[in-house]
């Protein structure tokens, strides 16, 4: 009986970790969001891109901010390093 109460706690004990670390893996998955860290990732991708040109940025998000109004910051700096790697490929 102490042995079959083992196991099952054993299981339950798997379960919940494989549970608890299947959730964390799905936060940690990318800047999809529009929260503040996938504006963080968004900023610091678009800093790499642009050699640190903070300038450059700030004004393709004024850019696209008049476009898109009600825009978070995520998605109008996704759209400006959306825009800059298309322009950068031509």
Request: charged share 35%; net charge positive; proline share 3%.
């Given at each position: 009986?102490?042995?079959?109460?083992l196991?099952?706690?054993?299981?339950?004990?798997?379960?919940?970790?494989?549970?608890?670390?299947r959730?964390?893996?799905?936060?940690?998955?990318?800047?999809?969001?529009?929260?503040?860290?996938?504006?963080?990732?968004?900023?610091?991708?678009?800093?790499?891109?642009?050699?640190?040109n903070?300038?450059?940025?700030?004004?393709?998000?004024?850019?696209?901010?008049?476009?898109?109004?009600?825009?978070?910051?995520?998605?109008?700096?996704?759209?400006?390093?959306?825009?800059?790697?298309?322009?950068r490929?031509?």
């Amino acid at each position: 009986m102490d042995a079959l109460l083992l196991i099952l706690l054993l299981g339950a004990f798997v379960w919940a970790l494989l549970h608890v670390t299947r959730h964390l893996r799905s936060a940690r998955s990318g800047p999809r969001g529009s929260g503040p860290r996938a504006e963080r990732a968004l900023e610091e991708e678009l800093l790499r891109l642009t050699r640190g040109n903070r300038g450059a940025i700030e004004r393709g998000v004024t850019a696209q901010r008049r476009r898109h109004p009600d825009a978070s910051r995520a998605d109008l700096l996704r759209r400006v390093r959306d825009e800059y790697l298309r322009d950068r490929s031509r």
